[in-house]
């Protein structure tokens, strides 16, 4: 494989790896905890984040990106996906470390996303409908909160096991 085109991928691989931990982390510790003390008009700046920032747009592109330009660098690193290497104590921290963000992927565009526009959604239906929510409305959005919530620490918890496992992954001598 040509050096240039590595050195890319790399690049690409760790700029939107770093986004995509990074924002999580800032999501998990600041905006979340912040949203809720903020009451009723924490739901006017997660419109602003969610709807004008496109907060998730940003996070699935990079996370997608990390994951485009990780599968050939994982393939060049494995000899071609040899179980051999994939069984030492590098492999083994770069498999765990691969497989985990793909787990995260498919969290965030299977579980979150749909509860994140259903929450929307039914928060503009609320604001369109004077603001005060009927008592199913609330209790639909008190139940996507909290499963999306759910969702968040576990695939927060995911993400974080993988940046360690590929930050040491190179140090795992068994």
Request: proline share 5%; net charge positive.
């Amino acid at each position: 494989m040509n050096i240039y085109f590595i050195l890319f991928l790399r690049f690409v691989h760790i700029f939107a790896g770093v986004l995509w931990v990074g924002s999580a982390i800032l999501y998990f510790f600041y905006v979340e905890p912040t949203v809720r003390s903020l009451g009723p008009a924490g739901g006017k700046f997660m419109f602003e984040f969610v709807e004008k920032r496109r907060y998730p747009i940003f996070m699935t592109a990079v996370s997608f990106l990390t994951i485009l330009s990780g599968i050939p660098l994982f393939w060049m690193i494995s000899g071609g996906f040899k179980l051999s290497w994939m069984k030492s104590g590098p492999g083994l921290g770069f498999t765990i470390g691969s497989i985990l963000p793909l787990i995260a992927f498919l969290m965030g565009v299977l579980l979150l996303s749909p509860r994140g526009k259903r929450m929307g959604e039914l928060g503009k239906e609320i604001g369109e409908s004077g603001g005060t929510p009927r008592p199913e409305q609330a209790d639909e959005m008190h139940k996507l909160e909290k499963e999306f919530a759910q969702f968040e620490r576990v695939e927060f918890i995911i993400l974080s096991i993988s940046l360690i496992a590929m930050a040491t992954a190179r140090y795992w001598y068994f």
